[in-house]
């Protein structure tokens, strides 16, 4: 069955140092997220990415954070000048289909587990 | 009001047992409803989407109400594997961004 993979499992990072969280999406798929979810907390929307461009975002996703797909298996995010909060367990999600402002089943990956010291 | 409301639990049911959780959402111009399944510390999974006309799944039951915003989920002959936390996710209507209830923790027990 296919699935969404991410790499690195946990990563652990100095405060204000950057880091890139890696997404392999399904293969077939068009649509791509981004969440993350503190400890204890619940899951939040971080920003939608379709056709090489950003359909969505949250007012989380402010200038710290950027997306990318660099080639036709990746899709990337990355957190410049990470703080304290933003330690999370980041997860990555894709899905075939949406549209007419609907939001078709999106499959998650195991997710990134991001300690900022 | 919140956007996505759930109560959060949790539920303590014995196995066998036929559970109910609701949820209920702000925006009428929502479109897409779903429940997923989160384990502990792994990633949400989709258990159903949900649909005006209700569907079901073997033993789970999933309704919407579009006239009262309320989503629900049905769980018959409950078994020690469905102890999880169930969340209930919608769309923000008219865009991709999903919103995600906060959960409800359900602990199925012997």
């Known amino acids: 069955e296919p699935e969404v993979t991410q790499t690195p499992s946990h990563q652990v990072t100095q405060m204000g140092q950057e880091v890139i969280l890696r997404c392999v999406p399904i293969s077939n798929h068009l649509y791509f997220y981004w969440y993350r979810q503190i400890l204890g907390q619940k899951v939040e929307f971080l920003v939608s990415f379709y056709n090489n461009e950003i359909s969505e975002k949250s007012e989380i996703f402010d200038d710290q954070f950027s997306v990318e797909r660099p080639d036709g298996s990746n899709f990337t995010l990355k957190i410049r000048s990470t703080k304290l909060e933003d330690s999370a367990m980041y997860f990555c999600?894709?899905?075939?289909?949406?549209?007419?402002?609907?939001?078709?089943?999106?499959?998650f990956g195991p997710g990134t587990r991001l300690t900022v010291t | 009001r919140k956007e996505v409301e759930q109560d959060p639990g949790p539920f303590n049911v014995p196995e066998g047992a036929t559970v109910a959780f609701n949820c209920t959402y702000s925006n009428s111009a929502s479109q897409s409803f779903f429940w997923y399944r989160q384990d502990c510390r792994k990633e949400p999974k989709l258990l159903m989407s949900?649909?005006?006309s209700g569907n079901e799944d073997g033993r789970f039951t999933a309704q919407l109400n579009r006239a009262s915003q309320y989503i629900s989920l049905l769980i018959r002959d409950s078994k020690l594997s469905d102890s999880a936390i169930y969340l209930c996710v919608v769309d923000k209507g008219g865009g991709f961004k999903t919103i995600f209830g906060a959960g409800t923790r359900l602990f199925v027990k012997a």
């Open positions: 999600a894709s899905t075939d289909g949406g549209g007419w402002g609907r939001v078709y089943e999106q499959y």
């Open positions: 949900v649909y005006s």
